[in-house]
């Protein structure tokens, strides 16, 4: 219902609003009355004009609410369009037949005019920021891209070796059904009477393999709810439903007819069958085994990497001490002044700091690893990059009371940030000893200026200077990732940031979330037009953030314990079918005088001869998808010796088992028995 924002209304900086079909429904109750009603945000009236469609989701997003950009004239210049710290971005729909290509050229011909009359465009230029045109799907799902590739990569492998393994079983059945097929031949059965019955035999097993397949799907959806992949990008969306049950099932079918193809043509070929029925130590059934083997080998040695990929993230310190704190994101009602701004967050950490077992609080624009870490170009006063590099950005955040200690962050020298740092006139900061050692290799840090903003020449167009004293020096933090290189380096400031949306860390004795409720009655009680959401210990903070890397190693485990038992499966199968065969030789040889042990190594040989060639095999496959691992692997190198070792080692176990049973039962073949039977 209703419309969407106007170009006046930014300009004009009216205050409007557009609801989403789930929060209208929940708030106003499907009012079809609701346009031009006044919903309050941020303690600010704003009118609603538009209602969005049921089934609208921005990307990832879990807005409810959506209000309009204000700017004025000065803003819309492009002196400003490097401002706003990166936390605005464009989205636009290209014309139909163009392509991002040309898009891309036009956008570099822009900037290449701005720059002609801008001096902070030329300098962000020549300091290499650049305006990328890119899908906007491929954009939001980048960091996540390659882990599903590689998942998918292993459903291929697990799906190969079952349809090797189901062929290989298969074609041991038609074995001992040649004779049958050569009577039913010789009596008048056509090739297409075979081709259908076997057609109908496989396709039928497939189908109801495939049948099951959809049953532990739609569990295997629940499974990955529970393992968070509803907090990747675009996550919220994986669900099953009948399109993806369709195409399993279709799958199986297909799956089916292509493994009918082969054992219909050696039904078909009775002198090749009986030549492979005598020869059976050999040829295209030991092949198959062969490349199961490789294949689950593969398998195993990838999930060996991730796991130890996994193992060495999760022992990476963070920089900070994530137990026993509770971490909220609060919204500040807007207010005409930063000094009431800090006020109310002086408030709200007063009534936090008196609860009992609260040993410290305090608040920041963003925590680490909530996803969002603004940088911004700050750095020494008339600092002036050397030849050839670029301004470093640097994380900049906004604090206020007891944040460090709170959260556990070290200090190197100096002091802590306090409240009272937000109402002085002097501007103060904190920096992280990697931003330290960037600028002031020897030390000296403190006492030292830093700028904020780039071109701070008021008379070529920049902005005013923000210049801040550095008054202490702290541990560095991991941002944004465990798995994030030193050297980012990070600046806290007061809290006199201009930002409405806070996080408040609160370090307590007890269980962190069984302070969950009380932390939302105190935001209430500091102001009723203050809300809180995304309540979480930082540990959950901290294991969230492993997601992306913890469940593809889980799921690459599940794939590769599969793929070992089919592998096993596989190989028992063969080396049994191969002492059915040749009842009749061990009977013999047995008889005139072979020993249980030389019958018994036999088929051990056969097996150790099939384990090695796919090992052989495997080992290469496992060094080529280490180096496609290695883009989401951590401080784990493509070939990791002791991982191949011990990958083998387990390969070996498994399929001596596998061989040992079926060895284990021609030696002890009784050879009267196996004559009376021949």
Same mark, same amino acid.
């Given at each position: 219902?209703?419309?969407?924002?106007?170009?006046?209304?930014?300009?004009?900086?009216?205050?409007?609003?557009?609801?989403?079909?789930?929060?209208?429904?929940?708030?106003?109750?499907?009012?079809?009355?609701?346009?031009?009603?006044?919903?309050?945000?941020? /303690?600010?009236?704003?009118?609603?004009?538009?209602?969005?469609?049921?089934?609208?989701?921005?990307?990832?997003? !879990?807005?409810?609410?959506?209000?309009?950009?204000?700017?004025?004239?000065?803003?819309?210049?492009?002196?400003?369009?490097?401002?706003?710290?990166?936390?605005?971005?464009? %989205?636009?729909?290209?014309?139909?037949?163009?392509?991002?290509?040309?898009?891309?050229?036009?956008?570099?011909?822009?900037?290449?005019?701005?720059?002609?009359?801008?001096?902070?465009?030329?300098?962000?230029? !020549?300091?290499?920021?650049?305006?990328?045109?890119?899908?906007?799907?491929?954009?939001?799902?980048?960091?996540?891209?390659?882990?599903?590739?590689?998942?998918?990569? /292993?459903?291929?492998?697990?799906?190969?070796?079952?349809?090797?393994?189901?062929?290989?079983?298969?074609?041991?059945?038609?074995?001992?059904?040649?004779? #049958?097929?050569?009577?039913?031949?010789?009596?008048?059965?056509?090739?297409?009477?075979?081709?259908?019955?076997?057609?109908?035999?496989?396709?039928?097993?497939?189908?109801?393999?495939?049948?099951?397949?959809?049953?532990?799907?739609?569990? @295997?959806?629940?499974?990955? &709810?529970?393992?968070?992949?509803?907090?990747?990008?675009? /996550?919220?969306?994986?669900?099953?439903?009948?399109?993806?049950?369709? %195409?399993?099932?279709?799958?199986?079918?297909?799956?089916?007819?292509?493994?009918?193809?082969?054992?219909?043509?050696?039904?078909?070929?009775?002198?090749?069958?009986?030549?492979?029925?005598?020869?059976?130590?050999?040829?295209?059934?030991?092949?198959?085994?062969?490349?199961?083997?490789?294949?689950?080998?593969?398998?195993?040695?990838?999930?060996?990497?991730?796991?130890?990929?996994?193992?060495?993230?999760?022992?990476?310190?963070?920089?900070?001490?994530?137990?026993?704190?509770?971490?909220?994101?609060?919204?500040?009602?807007?207010?005409?002044?930063?000094?009431?701004?800090? #006020?109310?967050?002086?408030?709200?950490?007063?009534?936090?700091?008196?609860?009992?077992?609260?040993?410290?609080?305090?608040?920041?624009?963003?925590?680490?690893?909530?996803?969002?870490?603004?940088?911004?170009?700050?750095?020494?006063?008339?600092?002036?990059?050397?030849?050839?590099?670029?301004?470093?950005?640097?994380? +900049?955040?906004?604090?206020?009371?007891?944040?460090?200690?709170?959260?556990?962050?070290?200090?190197?020298?100096?002091?802590?940030?306090?409240?009272?740092?937000?109402?002085?006139? &002097?501007?103060?900061?904190?920096?992280?000893?990697?931003?330290?050692?960037?600028?002031?290799?020897?030390?000296?840090?403190?006492?030292?200026?830093?700028?904020?903003?780039?071109?701070?020449?008021?008379?070529?167009?920049?902005?005013?200077?923000?210049?801040?004293?550095?008054?202490?020096?702290?541990?560095? =933090?991991?941002?944004?990732?465990?798995? #994030?290189?030193?050297?980012?380096?990070?600046?806290?400031?007061?809290?006199?940031? !201009?930002?409405?949306?806070?996080?408040?860390?609160?370090?307590?004795?007890?269980?962190? #979330?069984?302070?969950?409720?009380?932390?939302?009655?105190?935001?209430?009680?500091?102001?009723?037009?203050?809300?809180?959401?995304?309540?979480?210990?930082?540990?959950?903070?901290?294991?969230?953030?492993?997601?992306?890397?913890?469940?593809?190693?889980?799921?690459?485990?599940?794939?590769?314990?599969?793929?070992?038992?089919?592998?096993?499966?596989?190989?028992?199968? =063969?080396?049994?079918?191969?002492?059915?065969?040749?009842?009749?030789?061990?009977?013999?040889?047995?008889?005139?005088?072979?020993?249980?042990?030389?019958?018994?190594?036999?088929?051990?040989?056969? /097996?150790?001869?099939?384990?090695?060639?796919?090992?052989?095999?495997?080992?290469? @496959?496992?060094?080529?998808?280490?180096?496609?691992?290695?883009?989401?692997?951590?401080?784990?190198?493509?070939?990791?010796?002791? +991982?191949?070792?011990?990958?083998?080692?387990?390969?070996?176990?498994?399929?001596?088992?596998?061989?040992?049973?079926?060895?284990?039962?021609?030696?002890?073949?009784?050879?009267?028995?196996?004559?009376?039977? !021949?």
């Amino acid at each position: 219902m209703g419309r969407s924002f106007t170009e006046d209304e930014s300009i004009n900086q009216a205050n409007v609003a557009i609801l989403t079909d789930a929060f209208w429904r929940e708030r106003f109750g499907a009012d079809p009355k609701v346009l031009d009603r006044e919903v309050r945000i941020n /303690g600010i009236p704003r009118k609603i004009v538009g209602v969005l469609s049921p089934g609208f989701r921005f990307l990832s997003s !879990e807005a409810r609410v959506f209000v309009s950009l204000k700017w004025n004239e000065e803003q819309r210049g492009p002196k400003a369009r490097h401002s706003g710290g990166g936390g605005t971005h464009m %989205i636009a729909r290209l014309k139909p037949g163009a392509t991002i290509a040309e898009a891309q050229a036009q956008i570099d011909a822009h900037n290449t005019t701005v720059e002609k009359d801008n001096p902070e465009a030329k300098m962000m230029a !020549e300091a290499g920021f650049r305006s990328p045109v890119v899908s906007l799907h491929g954009d939001h799902v980048r960091s996540i891209r390659p882990t599903l590739l590689l998942l998918q990569g /292993g459903v291929f492998f697990l799906l190969l070796i079952g349809a090797v393994n189901l062929v290989n079983l298969l074609l041991i059945r038609a074995s001992g059904r040649a004779k #049958e097929m050569a009577i039913r031949q010789s009596m008048g059965a056509g090739r297409r009477h075979v081709v259908t019955q076997v057609m109908m035999e496989t396709v039928s097993l497939t189908s109801m393999g495939g049948v099951l397949g959809v049953i532990v799907g739609a569990w @295997g959806i629940r499974l990955l &709810e529970i393992l968070g992949a509803n907090r990747l990008p675009l /996550g919220a969306h994986v669900a099953f439903d009948g399109w993806l049950a369709s %195409i399993g099932l279709l799958g199986a079918v297909v799956l089916g007819i292509a493994i009918a193809a082969p054992i219909a043509w050696f039904n078909l070929r009775s002198h090749l069958a009986n030549a492979l029925q005598s020869e059976s130590r050999t040829g295209l059934r030991h092949g198959f085994i062969v490349a199961q083997i490789a294949l689950a080998f593969v398998l195993l040695a990838g999930a060996a990497l991730l796991g130890l990929s996994l193992k060495k993230v999760m022992a990476v310190s963070p920089g900070f001490q994530p137990d026993h704190v509770l971490t909220g994101e609060f919204t500040i009602p807007w207010q005409p002044e930063a000094k009431n701004r800090v #006020e109310l967050a002086d408030r709200l950490l007063e009534l936090i700091r008196q609860q009992p077992g609260v040993t410290a609080t305090g608040a920041i624009t963003y925590i680490p690893l909530s996803g969002d870490s603004p940088k911004s170009a700050i750095a020494p006063k008339d600092y002036v990059p050397p030849a050839g590099q670029s301004v470093q950005g640097h994380y +900049t955040y906004g604090v206020i009371g007891d944040y460090f200690s709170a959260l556990g962050i070290p200090l190197r020298e100096g002091r802590f940030l306090t409240s009272d740092d937000s109402h002085r006139p &002097e501007r103060a900061c904190v920096v992280d000893e990697d931003f330290a050692r960037r600028y002031w290799p020897n030390g000296g840090a403190l006492g030292q200026q830093v700028v904020d903003g780039g071109n701070t020449d008021p008379q070529q167009g920049g902005r005013a200077p923000n210049v801040s004293t550095i008054v202490g020096v702290v541990g560095a =933090v991991k941002q944004t990732a465990l798995t #994030e290189p030193h050297g980012q380096g990070a600046v806290y400031l007061p809290f006199y940031i !201009e930002n409405s949306y806070y996080f408040v860390v609160t370090r307590t004795s007890q269980r962190p #979330e069984a302070f969950a409720d009380t932390l939302r009655k105190l935001v209430r009680a500091a102001n009723p037009s203050m809300g809180i959401d995304s309540i979480r210990s930082m540990e959950t903070r901290v294991s969230d953030s492993l997601i992306a890397r913890r469940s593809p190693a889980l799921l690459a485990g599940i794939f590769a314990g599969v793929a070992l038992l089919l592998a096993s499966i596989g190989t028992y199968g =063969v080396l049994s079918y191969a002492v059915a065969q040749r009842t009749r030789e061990i009977g013999i040889r047995m008889a005139v005088g072979a020993q249980r042990e030389q019958i018994s190594a036999q088929f051990l040989k056969i /097996g150790l001869r099939l384990l090695i060639a796919g090992t052989v095999i495997g080992l290469i @496959g496992a060094a080529l998808a280490g180096r496609a691992l290695q883009s989401v692997l951590f401080d784990v190198p493509a070939l990791h010796p002791v +991982t191949f070792v011990v990958t083998a080692g387990i390969m070996t176990l498994v399929c001596l088992v596998a061989c040992w049973l079926p060895a284990r039962r021609a030696s002890r073949t009784d050879p009267m028995e196996a004559l009376r039977a !021949e």
